[in-house]
């Protein structure tokens, strides 16, 4: 499985983002995906991840986030809405299709200036 992170950018504080993940591979839709950051000096962190039941979100992004796919196109999606300067990090989206976080893209970088 090969991922394909887009969308960041530079975006002001309150503003919107939206990352794409477009992924390889016939058996997506049996993949947990996700979406993890690592802010600079940072360990990489959970973000969020989508199931067959719906979405999960860290603490610091819940309410302001949205994590969606579409399994015809091989996508997932990561709305970021509400975006703040501490929101900036470079994100990265994967895929587990069992137990671990077996596939990773190569991330995309999200700056919020204040």
């Known amino acids: 499985v090969q991922l394909q992170a887009s969308g960041g950018g530079l975006v002001q504080a309150g503003g919107s983002l939206r990352l794409s993940c477009a992924a390889s591979g016939r058996t997506f839709s049996t993949y947990v995906m996700g979406w993890f950051r690592q802010a600079p000096g940072k360990e990489r962190e959970f973000v969020a991840e989508?199931?067959?039941?719906?979405?999960y979100y860290a603490n610091s992004v819940k309410g302001r986030f949205t994590i969606f796919r579409d399994n015809a196109k091989n996508t997932v999606y990561l709305q970021m809405n509400s975006l703040k300067p501490e929101d900036t990090a470079v994100y990265y989206c994967a895929a587990r299709p069992a137990a671990s976080w077996d596939y990773w893209g190569q991330g995309t970088l999200v700056t919020v200036s204040s």
């Open positions: 989508v199931d067959w039941n719906g979405g």
